[in-house]
């Protein structure tokens, strides 16, 4: 996917944190002063405040009146329920390619898995390469099945499910061979319009998937 210059400052500003957040400089529960944002990156505060709403829509931070905006918690229980929501979209999407995908989509959508398995077949996968090309696999999905709110919802979810990834890297890595093949036998399922398979498909690796993120997540880990 081409790299788009954001829109807005406050996206700008957005993005900005939701790396930082992402990566785990601001760590879990900790505050974003609006005041303090907008002198580190001279700004106006009606700029931060635009953009503290993006990243609370995003599922990184959360906002509570009197209090202020600080960093979601994202431990084994709160990735659990992260999952669980995202891969009942991703389902919902699965079935619906399957009803929907063209002969003329077959290209886009080849191109796409090829270019995640070819991520995770190299020496020393890079995982945020591996992320971000498996969202271009979702990117392209949304764009065949055509629904607006099924497109807006999954992409909120983007940077929260980034995040639990980059926090799982080691685990993530360890397990690129079975995420490889998840994403083979899914296409061949969806090309072969087989949406029970699919759902399962991705019920399965969901699951799988929570709980490898559950155990780098655990207090022991």
Known sequence: MDFQVPNTLAEQIANYLA???MTGQIRPGE???EATTANELKVSRASVKEALYTLE???LIEITPRKGASATRLDAVHAAELYDVYMHLLIMLAR???ERWRESDKASLLAAVENVTWQMQTKEANITAVVEASFEVMDVCCWVVGNPYLTEALTNFKPAVSRAYYLSADRYRQDLDRTGLFFTRLTRAILERDADESEGLVAEFGAHQKELIQQALAPSA
């Open 19 to 21: 790396e930082r957040i």
């Open 57 to 59: 829509r995003w599922h």
């Open 96 to 98: 619906r390619l399957c």
């Open 31 to 33: 505050r974003l002063q």
